[in-house]
């Protein structure tokens, strides 16, 4: 085979793994495209029971074990704001937990949605019953109620008080109100207790 023939046969390669290439990197774009298509539709689609900000939540409360709980934000002189115990302004509260508890209930996303129910009892939800409470900045406020757990989804049934709609979530924003105000009460900073042993 003489040194022009392999010549062409290189570049014929070339070629072809080149015409190669751009196949798959077409065929990748509009993978990538259709891909892209199908999350923003799902996007749009999305159902969303609150759908909030949490610097926008002023007050939370919520019952648990029988008991009524209440955290509040409250702003110093200078201007800082905390999350503090209604009941109970000299109780440290643990900012962590409570900034966590706002922000798990202002995008509880839903499945479904069952519009104008007229018997949301059937769900397990009833307007006389305690719920999380949320208050705003802006002075509004709303409740979530949450109600029975279907087996078929592994979703809960859940509603905003005084609304129609009834929504499928998956609840997980509940375990974050299954505890109690002292279950808040922030640790005990180490150098206080140093200093406390010391007095003694």
């Given at each position: 085979m003489g040194e022009k023939e392999e010549t062409v046969m290189t570049r014929t390669k070339k070629i072809l793994i080149l015409c190669v290439c751009a196949l798959v990197l077409t065929g990748a774009y509009f993978g990538i495209t259709k891909w892209s298509e199908k999350v923003t539709k799902e996007d749009e689609n999305a159902f969303?029971?609150?759908?909030?900000?949490?610097?926008?939540?002023?007050?939370?409360?919520?019952?648990?074990?029988?008991?009524?709980y209440r955290?509040?934000?409250?702003?110093?002189?200078?201007?800082?704001?905390?999350?503090?115990?209604?009941?109970?302004?000299?109780?440290?509260?643990?900012?962590?937990?409570?900034?966590?508890?706002?922000?798990?209930i202002c995008n509880i996303a839903a499945s479904r949605i069952i519009k104008n129910t007229e018997d949301?009892?059937?769900?397990?939800?009833?307007?006389?019953?305690t719920g999380i409470k949320i208050?705003?900045?802006?002075?509004?406020e709303f409740e979530i109620l949450t109600g029975n757990y279907n087996e078929v989804s592994y979703?809960?049934?859940?509603?905003?008080k005084g609304e129609k709609d009834v929504f499928m979530v998956e609840?997980?924003?509940?375990d974050s109100f299954e505890c109690t105000m002292e279950d808040l009460k922030a640790a005990e900073k180490?150098?206080?207790?140093?200093?406390?042993?010391?007095?003694?």
């Open positions: 969303y029971m609150t759908d909030i900000n949490s610097e926008d939540i002023t007050a939370i409360s919520w019952e648990y074990n029988g008991e009524v955290l509040e934000i409250e702003s110093d002189e200078e201007g800082n704001e905390r999350w503090v115990n209604a009941d109970d302004s000299d109780f440290e509260v643990n900012q962590d937990y409570a900034e966590s508890m706002a922000n798990i949301y009892s059937q769900y397990g939800l009833y307007e006389d019953e208050q705003m900045s802006d002075g509004s979703e809960y049934y859940a509603m905003l609840g997980t924003y509940m180490e150098d206080s207790a140093e200093n406390d042993s010391a007095t003694e």
